[in-house]
T-cell receptor
Framework: NAGVTQTPKFRVLKTGQSMTLLCAQD?????MYWYRQDPGMGLRLIHY???????AKGEVPDGYNVSRLKKQNFLLGLESAAPSQTSVYFC??????????????FGPGTRLTVL | GESVGLHLPTLSVQEGDNSIINCAYS??????FIWYKQESGKGPQFIID?????DKRQGQRVTVLLNKTVKHLSLQIAATQPGDSAVYFC??????????FGAGTTVTVRA
C-alpha cells in the first residue's frame, strides 16, 4: 500500500493564479481531510469529507474549495491564490469505522508558495 | 476557546535517557487523543493513541498517560535515540472525527 499520496510536492504560484492539489489514498478509508501547517502553529483543518460526494468546512475554509468525486481522491482547489495561502498542505484519511474515534493517516505534504 | 496545547515548545534530551512530553487539554468532553511525530519535511506519523476510558497505554518504547482529573496527557519515550528527534504533536478529538492539534514540541536528542 502506498497509503496517502499527494501531488505535487512543491508549487510556486503568482497571486491570483489557481491550482488544484490532489490527494489519493489506497486504504479504502471513508473520511478524508485537508490541513494547512504554518510555522509555529499546529495543523488547522481546511475542509473534510465523510464519504464520496460529501464535503464540509473545517476551521479555515475561506479561499479554498474541495471535491470528493471518488472515494479514493480528495481535491483541494485554490481559485485565486493569495500570499496568505503560502503554507504546507497535508492531506489525511481515516477509516471512519469507530464513530469518529479514528486515527488519521497523513500524506507527505505539498509546499506551496504564493508570490 | 478550548484547545489542545503543549507545555514546552522545545525539549533537549541526552541519548539513552527517557523523554517526557506533556500536553494539556481543556475540553472535558474530548474522548480520544493521539500522539503524532513529525520529522523535517514529512507528514505527521501516528505514534500511539488513547481513549478517555483508559489511563495508560503502552507501545514499543512509548507510553501515553491520560489524567482526566487535571486534563493532562503525556508521552513517554524510553531510551531516547537520535531517530526520535522530531516535532511531537498531541491531537484531541473534540467533535466527532475532527482533530484539534497543539502547536508541537521539538525534541532534540544529544549524542
Amino acid at each position: 500500500n502506498a497509503g496517502v499520496t499527494q501531488t505535487p510536492k512543491f508549487r510556486v504560484l503568482k497571486t491570483g493564479q489557481s491550482m488544484t492539489l490532489l490527494c489519493a489514498q489506497d486504504m479504502n478509508h471513508e473520511y478524508m481531510y485537508w490541513y494547512r501547517q504554518d510555522p509555529g502553529m499546529g495543523l488547522r483543518l481546511i475542509h473534510y469529507s465523510v464519504g464520496e460526494g460529501t464535503t464540509a468546512k473545517g476551521e479555515v475554509p475561506d479561499g479554498y474549495n474541495v471535491s470528493r468525486l471518488k472515494k479514493q481522491n480528495f481535491l483541494l482547489g485554490l481559485e485565486s491564490a493569495a500570499p496568505s495561502q503560502t503554507s504546507v498542505y497535508f492531506c489525511a484519511s481515516s477509516p471512519g469505522t469507530s464513530g469518529g474515534l479514528d486515527t488519521q493517516y497523513f500524506g507527505p505534504g505539498t509546499r506551496l508558495t504564493v508570490l | 476557546g478550548e484547545s489542545v496545547g503543549l507545555h514546552l515548545p522545545t525539549l533537549s534530551v541526552q541519548e539513552g535517557d527517557n523523554s517526557i512530553i506533556n500536553c494539556a487539554y481543556s475540553n472535558s468532553a474530548s474522548d480520544y487523543f493521539i500522539w503524532y511525530k513529525q520529522e523535517s519535511g514529512k507528514g505527521p506519523q501516528f505514534i500511539i493513541d488513547i481513549r478517555s476510558n483508559m489511563d495508560k497505554r503502552q507501545g514499543q518504547r512509548v507510553t501515553v498517560l491520560l489524567n482526566k482529573t487535571v486534563k493532562h496527557l503525556s508521552l513517554q519515550i524510553a531510551a531516547t535515540q537520535p531517530g526520535d528527534s522530531a516535532v511531537y504533536f498531541c491531537a484531541e478529538n473534540m467533535v466527532g472525527y475532527k482533530l484539534s492539534f497543539g502547536a508541537g514540541t521539538t525534541v532534540t536528542v544529544r549524542a
